[in-house]
T-cell receptor
């Protein structure tokens, strides 16, 4: 699996959009970008994933650059409950060799 | 539907003792894995399995053993606990088809004195 690079921490005002960047310059053609978040000491929770098209669900939007070397997770209206560590990983979606590694992630602090 | 269940949630061991962290999932997922999380280190992969009878090492396998005799269970064994193994351990599972989403347990906090 390819490695990712994320900022260590970010702040966002409550009610504003939180834009979390991720670099994955060595991503392979069959690897997807996944985002997870970990609130306090709970187990990480899946947010969204995509291959090359932008994706949106009820939690967030994922914007992937055309060359697929970077992506941005967007939380459109951040709330205090979105304060968490956000992990960006890349992996083959399914059916392949499944060594899934995480980095340190980005600690997002939503400020009232 | 219980998802991924880890036991125990908390455990205190003395150096040299052995123990097993249990992980069970009821989603018929082929892929299962163990991570440890230490302050400032993120999640580090210990061992993983892509099916019954198949296991492989992750980033930090030393001091840990695993086996996968059934699809549902993936226990993590510490044969001789060391203070360096004090950590929070997470088990995760994923189908090998479909979205590839990882489902995590609630974690097991282990302290080795």
């Amino acid at each position: 699996d390819a490695k990712t690079t994320q900022p260590t921490s970010m702040d966002c005002a409550e009610g504003r959009a939180a834009n979390l960047p991720c670099n994955h310059s060595t991503i392979s053609g069959n690897e997807y970008v996944y985002w997870y978040r970990q609130i306090h000491s709970q187990g990480p929770q899946y947010i969204i994933h995509g291959l090359k098209n932008n994706e949106t669900n009820e939690m967030a939007s994922l914007i992937i650059t055309e060359d697929r070397k970077s992506s941005t997770l967007i939380l459109p209206h951040a709330t205090l409950r979105d304060t968490a560590v956000y992990y960006c990983i890349v992996r083959v979606s399914a059916g392949g060799y499944q060594k899934v590694t995480f980095g340190i992630g980005t600690k997002l602090q939503v400020i009232p | 539907n219980a998802g991924v269940t880890q036991t125990p949630k908390f455990q205190v061991l003395k150096t040299g003792q052995s123990m097993t962290l249990q992980c069970a999932q009821d989603m018929n997922h082929e892929y299962m894995s163990w991570y440890r999380q230490d302050p400032g280190m993120g999640l580090r992969l210990i061992h993983y399995s892509v099916g019954a009878g198949i296991t492989d090492q992750g980033e930090v396998p030393n001091g840990y053993n695993v086996s996968r005799s059934t699809t549902e269970d993936f226990p993590l064994r510490l044969l001789s606990a060391a203070p360096s193994q004090t950590s929070v351990y997470f088990c995760a599972s994923s189908p090998l088809r479909g979205s590839g989403e990882l489902f995590f347990g609630e974690g097991s906090r282990l302290t080795v004195l």
